[in-house]
């Protein structure tokens, strides 16, 4: 199968899931499969001139590096977009959008891609192994770069392209603003989220966040620590295998 082939197949399994699962009827849905096609055209369109893979399979989760199942990723090296749709489309769409944006970071090789030191060490930390604080303030400061600038492009992507009957935007910048400063709470905690207990999951802390990107993401407020403390259930080192 050639790679224009798979992509094809691949935007094919994305309105299949929306009429699936789709609660939308009337004018409402036909303006809004008219949207999402707009968009899924465009983005098979620049996958294949750019010889990007879509992986958007009809699943709950997708497999990324062979073994961890996740909703969906961008990998650079593999040159692979992945998104599981098998799902209501409320709740693949938003990571399709935002795994996309992670695309165009890499495309244009934009500063806070480029320059992202990734979470090697910060993981590494939370595991248990000493490391130059310096470091860990490094990646903190670069993967909050990288996701702030991947979610204002998503959010330009559902104004963009008017879908908005299928993403909440407030609820959206809520829900990223709680992902984003999570990282801060790592750094000062050297804990991660209990898998469903995501920050950007739980609505006792969705709905506390501001639904903007005007904040100072260096600093963590007292109200937003504890809501973290309280909600994700954070693990420790000594809880990782």
Not at 14 to 42: E, H, I, P, Q, W
Not at 50 to 61: A, D, M, P, Q, T
Not at 147 to 165: A, F, G, P, S
């Amino acid at each position: 199968m050639t790679l224009e082939q798979n992509n094809r197949k691949s935007v094919e399994k994305c309105m299949t899931s929306l009429y699936n699962y789709s609660n939308l009827s009337g004018k409402r849905l036909v303006t809004t499969v008219a949207n999402l096609k707009s968009y899924l055209f465009d983005l098979e369109k620049k996958a294949n001139k750019n010889k990007i893979r879509l992986h958007l399979i009809l699943n709950e989760g997708v497999p990324y590096a062979d073994s961890l199942m996740v909703n969906g990723y961008f990998w650079d090296e593999k040159r692979t977009l992945a998104c599981a749709v098998g799902k209501p489309i409320q709740d693949w769409l938003y990571i399709l959008l935002h795994e996309d944006s992670h695309l165009d970071q890499f495309l244009e090789q934009v500063p806070e891609w480029t320059q992202n030191s990734g979470l090697d060490e910060i993981t590494s930390w939370l595991q248990g192994k000493e490391v130059d604080p310096r470091i860990l303030d490094r990646e903190t400061e670069t993967s909050i770069a990288v996701e702030l600038d991947c979610e204002k492009r998503t959010v330009e992507k559902i104004l963009d392209y008017n879908l908005t009957d299928l993403i909440d935007l407030n609820n959206y910048i809520q829900m990223s603003n709680s992902y984003i400063l999570f990282y801060l709470w790592v750094r000062k905690h050297r804990k991660w989220y209990k898998v469903g207990q995501e920050p950007y999951r739980v609505p006792e802390i969705v709905s506390q966040m501001p639904n903007h990107f005007n904040l100072d993401y260096t600093t963590l407020d007292k109200n937003t620590e504890d809501l973290f403390t309280k909600y994700t259930g954070g693990y420790d080192y000594k809880d990782f295998d």
